[in-house]
């Protein structure tokens, strides 16, 4: 029995079925009713402005890329948290004098803080903490507590103008990564799924790993939906690799039943719905096929990817010791190595622990411990295997944090606020200038006063990379026409572009 159901076809059924529609023509709607239910669906009816074709599901947009890209695909390690852009990226020297006296007002503004310093009566300057260094040909300053990363700086380029409206960590890293601060839109890795579709089949084109850092601990709450698919087929979500022995869940088999016998039932289950899809016209049916046939693929594909034994030992000193733990930032870095080696397009690697409201000074050298080294070696390591050019690498968080104090100048229980209005990160690889710095803010590091490059711009920019103008890359739904950049205007930041 094979059911091939024309996307033309099932495109039409989903723009016009209503579900009014759909349960008043009672012997098709019955039937497709009650075969949801039995497969476990809450409703088997399209969203009538919905949008699907075979090529949503998982082989990319026809028409995509637009241009020819200069990445094939992106490694983003995501700090959440707010890393301190002041200690670590955005020295001024005129901190060393100003330590200690209070933040003029008018460098403040009118600006929203947060609820942990609102109430203070003094915003004492703190200067950058540990010191840093020139580094590079260029002359880069990077703080002293990542001096692996002070090794790359001709690699990279460092974006000291970022900036975001938000001033929360849920918000804020929403915004980032979906292009708006409120729920239920798709993750910049299910966008890219969803429009340049998988390169290798026998992976997810969206892979995401988490650890915890030894800062703040626990960090601030992740959800899935970070790297959620939002109203994009859900095919496109990113796929979580979890450490130990069962790093996807529900991947194996149950006792009892053999690799032949899951083929055999998805062979059944993917008539019965096939079936569903051309009595209901619902998308994520589709989807679902999609999702049951890649499991089965990924129950020979992940043990290999997981299995570091054929490292040489020289992997493990450019990555450090720690690449050897599990679940590690370390290890995901390495993984995130043999991810790209094996051509998924977008990983994710979300880091907690950098919320330093407290104990910055005993907490943010333990974080950037965790990272430094294995951060800087991935991308020595993809350099050594000639994948840096055609890879994206991103490293950064959610906004930065305040130059002014939380808590009594010097207390070891000090730390620094949220900061929104100007932070850093840095890029390497993918048609990114090597050895550059762009943007600059005050003398407080405080406004941004060259240069200013939104989280949408950040965006605009990787789609770019990638060979998306995001102008013309949206989803029609609700009526309107979504984008990953979100419906504001955002631009390509062409300065910092090879």
């Not at 950037?368 to 951060?375: G, I, K, L």
């Not at 990160?425 to 690889?429: L, N, P, T």
């Given at each position: 029995?094979n059911?091939?159901l024309?996307n033309?076809?099932?495109?039409?059924?989903?723009?016009?079925m209503?579900?009014?529609?759909l349960?008043?023509s009672?012997?098709?709607?019955?039937?497709?009713?009650?075969?949801?239910?039995?497969l476990?669906?809450?409703?088997?009816?399209?969203?009538?402005?919905s949008?699907?074709?075979?090529?949503?599901?998982?082989?990319?947009l026809p028409?995509?890329?637009?241009f020819?890209p200069?990445a094939?695909?992106v490694?983003?390690?995501?700090q959440?948290?707010?890393?301190s852009?002041v200690d670590?990226f955005?020295?001024?020297?005129?901190?060393?004098?100003?330590?200690?006296?209070?933040?003029?007002?008018?460098v403040?503004?009118?600006?929203r803080?947060?609820?942990?310093?609102?109430?203070?009566?003094?915003?004492?300057?703190?200067?950058?903490?540990?010191?840093g260094?020139?580094?590079?040909?260029h002359g880069?300053?990077?703080?002293?507590?990542?001096?692996?990363?002070q090794?790359i700086?001709?690699?990279?380029?460092i974006?000291?103008?970022?900036?975001?409206e938000?001033?929360?960590?849920?918000?804020?890293?929403?915004?980032?990564?979906?292009?708006?601060?409120?729920?239920?839109?798709p993750s910049?890795?299910?966008?890219?799924?969803?429009?340049?579709?998988?390169?290798?089949?026998?992976?997810?084109?969206?892979?995401?790993l988490?650890?915890?850092?030894?800062?703040?601990n626990?960090?601030?709450p992740?959800?899935?939906?970070?790297?959620?698919?939002?109203y994009?087929?859900?095919?496109?979500?990113?796929?979580?690799l979890?450490?130990?022995?069962?790093?996807?869940?529900?991947?194996?088999?149950?006792?009892?039943?053999?690799?032949?016998?899951?083929?055999?039932?998805?062979?059944?289950l993917?008539?019965?719905?096939?079936?569903?899809?051309?009595?209901?016209?619902?998308?994520?049916?589709l989807a679902?096929?999609?999702?049951?046939?890649?499991?089965y693929?990924?129950q020979t594909?992940v043990?290999?990817?997981?299995?570091?034994s054929?490292?040489?030992?020289s992997?493990?000193?450019l990555y450090?010791?720690?690449?050897?733990?599990?679940?590690?930032?370390?290890?995901?870095?390495?993984?995130?190595?043999?991810m790209?080696?094996?051509?998924v397009?977008?990983?994710?690697?979300f880091?907690r622990?950098?919320?330093?409201?407290i104990?910055?000074?005993?907490q943010?050298p333990?974080q950037?411990?965790?990272?430094?080294?294995?951060?800087a070696?991935?991308?020595k390591?993809?350099?050594?295997l000639?994948?840096l050019?055609?890879?994206?690498?991103?490293?950064?968080?959610?906004?930065?944090?305040?130059?002014?104090?939380?808590?009594?100048?010097?207390?070891?229980?000090?730390g620094?606020?949220?900061?929104?209005?100007c932070?850093s990160?840095?890029?390497?690889?993918g048609?990114?200038?090597?050895?550059?710095?762009?943007?600059?803010?005050?003398?407080?590091?405080?406004?941004?006063?060259?240069n200013p490059?939104h989280?949408?711009?950040?965006?605009a920019?990787?789609l770019?990379?990638?060979?998306?103008?995001h102008?013309?890359?949206?989803f029609?739904?609700?009526g309107?026409?979504?984008?990953?950049?979100?419906?504001?205007?955002?631009?390509v930041?062409?300065?910092?572009?090879?």
């Open positions: 029995m059911h091939c024309p033309e076809i099932l495109l039409r059924r989903a723009q016009l209503t579900r009014r529609s349960l008043g009672s012997a098709v709607s019955l039937g497709a009713f009650a075969l949801g239910n039995l476990g669906r809450e409703s088997a009816v399209a969203a009538p402005d949008q699907v074709t075979q090529a949503q599901v998982g082989g990319g028409g995509l890329p637009h020819a200069k094939k695909r490694i983003y390690l995501f959440s948290g707010g890393p852009h670590l955005d020295h001024k020297d005129e901190l060393e004098t100003l330590h200690g006296t209070d933040l003029p007002a008018s403040r503004g009118d600006q803080l947060t609820g942990m310093t609102s109430r203070q009566k003094s915003f004492p300057i703190v200067k950058p903490l540990w010191g260094k020139r580094c590079g040909e880069t300053w990077i703080g002293n507590t990542l001096p692996h990363t090794t700086a001709d690699d990279i380029t974006v000291r103008s970022l900036w975001t938000a001033i929360n960590h849920d918000p804020a890293v929403t915004f980032i990564n979906t292009g708006s601060q409120q729920m239920g839109h910049l890795g299910a966008w890219l799924s969803y429009g340049l579709g998988r390169e290798n089949d026998d992976f997810p084109s969206y892979m995401v988490l650890s915890q850092g030894s800062g703040k626990p960090g601030q992740l959800f899935s939906r970070l790297w959620g698919s939002g994009l087929p859900s095919s496109h979500q990113g796929v979580m979890r450490p130990g022995a069962n790093p996807v869940l529900y991947l194996k088999n149950p006792p009892g039943v053999s690799r032949d016998s899951r083929r055999q039932l998805l062979d059944t993917g008539d019965l719905n096939q079936m569903h899809a051309a009595a209901a016209g619902d998308p994520e049916t679902r096929i999609e999702a049951y046939e890649m499991a693929r990924m594909s043990p290999d990817l997981t299995d570091v054929d490292e040489p030992e992997t493990f000193e450090g010791d720690d690449a050897r733990r599990p679940g590690s930032f370390a290890a995901n870095c390495l993984q995130a190595r043999r790209a080696q094996r051509g397009r977008f990983i994710q690697l880091h622990g950098w919320d330093q409201h104990s910055i000074k005993n943010l333990k950037c411990r965790d990272v430094d080294q294995a951060s070696a991935l991308v390591d993809l350099k050594r000639g994948m050019d055609d890879t994206l690498v991103i490293w950064g968080g959610e906004f930065g944090r305040t130059v002014y104090s939380q808590g009594e100048l010097d207390a070891p229980t000090a620094r606020d949220h900061h929104g209005r932070f990160a840095w890029m390497a690889g048609g990114i200038k090597a050895g550059y710095d762009y943007g600059q803010t005050d003398e407080f590091a405080y406004n941004i006063v060259e490059v989280i949408r711009d950040l965006n920019t990787i770019h990379q990638l060979g998306i103008d102008e013309r890359f949206s029609k739904f609700r309107l026409s979504q984008r990953p950049t979100g419906v504001e205007e955002a631009h930041v062409k300065e910092i572009l090879v």
